[in-house]
């Protein structure tokens, strides 16, 4: 099912912020030189660097480019599979629900779905995000008959998806909640952002400390990924939950994260599990 229309205003907004993204993606500045900023940082601070960084940053860059070149594809369907629960997915900062269209097609061949792109503003409140993917929520339950939903949340997306789990009623109504890079605990990378987010998301931010303060769900099942190698949300600090499952790998950048197999694979572990 699809959302609500979006005002010509806001439509305007989210493609020049799109365009902009996209021209940093094709050129390199992302992710080379974050990538190359996190080594150096490293070694200043006699920090070892994981394995192969080359090779994660141009891996991370064909990512960035393909994932880019997807963005059209959010306008489609990305997938219409039955599984035991709607899999609803939440883009990052600055990006759109065609980000999940790898990850979108191996979870159909898992069985898993249908699988449901939320958009919101990422320049706005994390909490007015929440609010809407609250209504979505409600909607996707009457229309589908499901008494619960999957919600999986890439960067600033499982920030939202968290804060509407934790705080407003969520817990319940989502069986499981996986973000993959999201920035927990913040990130100093949003100092540089547009928007409610560059304060949000940053360290030790008044919603940052809202969020860790609030009662662990007790209900919804939450799984955190993150790459070591991930030069947005850096290091333990950044990407984790007390008390969250966790799987951490060493050789990912952050939009690779949505584009590799063997994420997939754990994502479809914890879809799959039985309560």
């Given at each position: 099912m699809r959302q609500k229309r979006h005002s010509s205003a806001h439509l305007a907004w989210?493609?020049?912020i799109a365009l902009a993204s996209d021209?940093?993606?094709?050129?390199?500045?992302?992710?080379?030189?974050?990538?190359a900023a996190m080594m150096v940082s490293r070694w200043r601070r006699q920090r070892p660097s994981p394995p192969n960084q080359l090779?994660?940053?141009?891996r991370e860059w064909g990512a960035a480019v393909a994932l880019s070149a997807a963005r059209p594809l959010g306008f489609l369907p990305l997938s219409s599979a039955r599984g035991p629960r709607p899999v609803i997915v939440l883009h990052g900062y600055a990006m759109n629900r065609g980000n999940f269209v790898v990850l979108a097609r191996r979870l159909a061949r898992a069985g898993l779905g249908p699988v449901l792109g939320f958009e919101y503003w990422s320049l706005g409140r994390t909490r007015n995000a929440a609010l809407r993917l609250a209504e979505y929520?409600?909607?996707?339950r009457a229309a589908t008959g499901a008494a619960e939903v999957d919600l999986?949340?890439?960067?600033?997306?499982?920030?939202?998806?968290?804060y509407y789990v934790t705080l407003l009623g969520g817990d319940g109504k989502v069986a499981n909640l996986i973000t993959l890079g999201?920035?927990?605990?913040?990130t100093d990378v949003s100092a540089i952002g547009l928007g409610a987010p560059a304060k949000e998301l940053f360290f030790n931010s008044t919603m940052l400390q809202r969020l860790e303060a609030a009662p662990r769900p007790t209900h919804t099942r939450v799984t955190v990924i993150w790459s070591r190698s991930d030069c947005l949300v850096p290091g333990a600090t950044n990407a984790r939950i007390a008390g969250a499952d966790e799987v951490l790998f060493d050789d990912l950048g952050h939009l690779s994260l949505l584009t590799d197999r063997r994420v997939a694979a754990e994502v479809v572990a914890r879809l799959q599990r039985l309560r």
């Open positions: 989210r493609g020049a021209l940093l993606m094709a050129s390199g500045v992302y992710p080379l030189v974050p990538h090779r994660v940053a141009l929520v409600e909607e996707v999986i949340g890439h960067s600033m997306g499982g920030v939202v998806a968290r999201s920035p927990h605990a913040g």
